[in-house]
């Protein structure tokens, strides 16, 4: 079985109740696009995957591929997340990232 099969019956397992509420070619279409949007970036997870086992890795390196994987792969699983989840939501949506980098740079 092939990673997109896998995904497509996750999909199947989990969305049995707008199956039966949507045209057939609808959720067809919903089930197409979460396969993409799960595999879509199986290539900036294997450049994690290789950063989180050698951390001795060049940092500008390390930052280009970190940011990539940010940029391309959080989308990705928003778009899945509201497609087999109907949304997630952001439990940490009250704290910004950049204040609290601050504080970690001056040692807070």
């Given amino acids: 079985m092939t990673l ?6 996750v999909f199947d397992e989990m969305r049995d109740g707008v199956k039966k509420r949507v045209p ?15 595999s879509d970036w199986r290539d900036d997870l294997g450049r994690l995957e ?9 940092p500008a390196d ?12 959080v989308p990705h699983l928003n ?8 949304g ?4 940490f949506s009250a704290q ?7 504080s970690v740079a001056r040692g807070r």
Avoid: I, N, W
């Fill in 96 to 102: 910004t990232a950049v204040p609290q980098a601050k």
């Fill in 4 to 9: 997109e099969m896998l995904l497509s019956k």
């Fill in 50 to 58: 290789v950063l989180f086992r050698d951390p001795e890795r060049d």
């Fill in 79 to 86: 778009a899945a997340a509201r497609l087999l989840l109907d």
């Fill in 88 to 91: 997630v939501a952001d439990p």
């Fill in 62 to 73: 390390a930052a280009r591929d970190v940011a990539g994987f940010l940029y391309h792969v």
């Fill in 24 to 38: 057939v070619d609808e959720y067809e279409r919903l089930k197409e696009e979460f396969v993409f949007h799960m």
